[in-house]
Nanobody
């Protein structure tokens, strides 16, 4: 049984930083892991992805330079480090997994993923 559990969301002031975690349980072969966010009234947006086999990463233009996705295979955890937070970053952040499979040019499309976490709220004021 595959599960993704996010944590680390919080209410922070603009300019602050957060690290979100996504713990993966269940057997996973090679997969693509991604972080999405959804603000009230807006569509879900893919912000970063990592290919767990190679460690290759890719970011949405809107977050380049501020967001960093990483993984700790020993802990079965994928992280999203967010810095220089602005109120526009306020959203529910969710991690997603595509497995079996690998990352491709459609990585930012939510329908590309078959497992999702429940999300963690980030509020920036």
């Amino acid at each position: 049984h595959v599960q993704l559990v996010e944590s680390g969301g919080d209410s922070v002031e603009a300019g602050g930083s957060l690290r979100l975690s996504c713990v993966v349980s269940g057997y996973f072969s090679k997969r693509c892991m991604a972080w999405f966010r959804q603000a009230p009234g807006k569509e879900r947006e893919g912000v970063a992805r990592i290919a767990t086999g190679s460690g290759n990463t890719y970011y949405a233009d809107s977050v380049k330079g501020r967001f960093t996705i990483s993984q700790d295979n020993a802990k079965n955890t994928v992280y999203l480090q967010i810095s220089s937070l602005t109120p526009e970053d306020t959203a529910v952040y969710s991690c997603a997994a595509r497995t079996p499979g690998s990352c491709d040019g459609l990585w930012s499309r939510p329908w590309r993923y078959n497992y999702w976490g429940q999300g963690t709220q980030v509020t920036v004021s």
